[in-house]
Nanobody
């Protein structure tokens, strides 16, 4: 079965950095777009970033563009999110999610809503 396990969250001061990881299993990782979403306290899910199956294309939401970097290692079936210049408003539970298979090309707008499995999440708290 599809499993996604996030790790790397924690407490960090404003301006600091964290790298999240997501270990994937139960499907052919290299054939799927992958996505990071987050949920802040009292708010709904927010799409943040997606990446093409081979890593060639990346997509970012306005709130994280220029600060976060999504990348993947298909040999290790692992997705990453490098988060720099963290702000208090980045405090949230972060989830990785499986996007669509790469049999078609998807626009950013489509990727913001097309994911079918996600992990248990990892908490990121940005506070001094």
């Amino acid at each position: 079965q599809v499993q996604l396990v996030e790790s790397g969250g924690g407490l960090v001061q404003p301006g600091g950095s964290l790298r999240l990881s997501c270990a994937a299993s139960g499907f052919t990782f290299r054939n799927y777009y992958m996505t990071w979403v987050r949920q802040a306290p009292g708010k709904g899910l927010e799409w943040m970033s997606s990446i093409h199956s081979d890593g060639s294309d990346t997509y970012y939401g306005d709130s994280v563009k220029g600060r976060f970097t999504i990348f993947r290692d298909n040999a290790k079936n692992t997705l990453y999110l490098q988060m720099n210049s963290l702000k208090s408003e980045d405090t949230a539970v972060y989830y990785c999610a499986r996007g669509p298979a790469d049999s078609h090309y998807y626009t950013q707008q489509q990727l913001e809503y097309q994911y079918d499995y996600w992990g248990q999440g990892t908490q990121v708290t940005v506070s001094s």
